[in-house]
């Protein structure tokens, strides 16, 4: 059978496609923290269904945890093995899921699919069930055909994603030696309606709780304390601004261009309104291009703190709630280039490189030095109630994967 059958074949997996998002979504993958018990029930399907279908190179790689069904937080990797295991081709999604929600949003049972007008629905069935299914379906069509792909596929089913990886991705890169230097990571775990955007890079990442403490006293008599309050006020608005100043570059790879430094969250402090709080607790969202080490950034952040100090008569202390330094991925690695050639043959689209702002398990990738891409064509109704995912989208991303596995590099 020619390479060219094999995407033919996809074309005939339509039920195959509702019927292991079915089965996915009939086990809900939800993290203890998210209230579950976490995705072994999901996993032990999932490798069912695999080797029913004839894929029966599979291994776990288990993370132990005891909040856990069986105690285990389960990584799950199918092999189909290639003509040559020098260069690898990975191709990862992930088996959680987030919570439904306000069920009555939703318009049927969240963990039953429904099909409708072309349409999968159910909590998971596109985060991350439509990339899931698609690596399945490619891998399924080269092993129904009997083709041997160039090189090694393997195909990564993570948990942990929804809930910052600890169990998932993080824990395979500590505790495992499974990727080498020249393999190329597909993460088809977001993307656009049309499939046109490779995702190569994201910004580095800081969460900042900023504590402010003064003097508590009657609002009569500001003289005799120290407005934290104020003081949180000034600082606000000086990093906000400062930083911006500190830190002005522009990257036209993403949206926006440049480093954002946002105030979010503020605890509450004073119960009334005629007394001057003592203490003041806010929060910074900084998503920071690349090229700037967060080590600059907090530097920064420390220079404006003694100063807001010194005018306030204050103390100011920070605690980092998240930190994450970012490589990116070169818009010309072999992946991107490679990626790109297989959406153009299927999709008739051309691509182009993005970088986010948000964070991805991508990330964890490339800073241990090994190319990854997040694509996807999909239409990012993501943790929404009435979920869905659409099966032409399903099949044809399954035809980009397989032209990618029988890709020559």
């Not at 069912?48 to 776990?60: D, M, P, Q, T, V």
């Not at 288990?62 to 856990?68: E, G, H, N, V, Y």
């Not at 099966?391 to 035809?399: F, H, S, T």
């Amino acid at each position: 059978m020619m390479n060219s059958d094999v995407l033919k074949l996809i074309d005939s997996y339509e039920a195959a496609a509702v019927e292991l998002e079915t089965l996915l979504c009939s086990h809900p993958a939800l993290s203890p923290e998210s209230g579950g018990v976490g995705e072994l029930d999901k996993c032990l399907a999932l490798e069912g269904w695999l080797r029913s279908k004839g894929i029966s190179a599979l291994e776990r790689h288990d993370a132990p945890d005891p909040r856990a069904k069986g105690g285990v937080r389960p990584n799950l990797v199918a092999t189909i093995p290639g003509a040559s295991d020098a260069k690898r081709l990975w191709i990862m999604s992930h088996l959680d899921v987030v919570p439904p929600g306000e069920l009555s949003l939703w318009s049927a049972d969240p963990w039953a699919v429904v099909v409708k007008d072309g349409r999968v629905y159910g909590r998971g069935v596109e985060d991350n069930q439509q990339g899931l299914c698609s690596s399945a379906l490619a891998a399924l069509a080269l092993v129904s055909a009997g083709v041997v792909p160039p090189h090694t596929v393997k195909l990564l089913f993570v948990s942990d994603e929804e809930t910052g990886s600890e169990f998932g991705i993080r824990w395979l890169l500590e505790n495992r030696s499974l990727f080498r230097g020249d393999d190329m990571v597909l993460i088809p775990d977001s993307g656009d309606g049309k499939g046109e955007t490779i995702e190569v890079a994201e910004k580095n990442l800081l969460w900042l709780k900023l504590n402010v403490q003064g003097a508590q006293c009657h609002g009569s008599r500001p003289d005799l304390g120290s407005n934290a309050h104020l003081a949180a006020a000034d600082l606000v608005v000086r990093l906000h601004d400062e930083l911006a100043l500190a830190f002005p570059d522009r990257d036209a790879l993403f949206e926006p261009d440049c480093s954002t430094f946002e105030p979010t969250k503020t605890d509450a402090n004073v119960p009334n309104v005629n007394t001057i709080p003592g203490e003041d607790t806010f929060y910074m969202d900084m998503r920071i291009l690349p090229r700037y080490p967060l080590s600059k950034v907090i530097a920064a952040v420390e220079k404006i703190e003694r100063e807001v100090e010194a005018k306030r008569k204050v103390r100011i202390s920070h605690q980092a709630l998240q930190s994450v330094e970012s490589k990116p991925t070169s818009p010309d690695a072999p992946v991107v280039r490679l990626l790109s050639a297989a959406v153009k043959d299927v999709y008739g689209v051309d691509t182009r490189p993005i970088g986010i702002g948000g964070g991805t398990v991508g990330a964890y990738l490339r800073n241990a030095g090994i190319d990854s891409v997040v694509w996807s064509r999909l239409l990012e109704s993501a943790h929404q109630p009435d979920e869905y995912a659409v099966l032409a989208n399903i099949l044809g991303d399954a035809k980009v994967m397989a032209r990618l596995m029988l890709t020559e590099r």
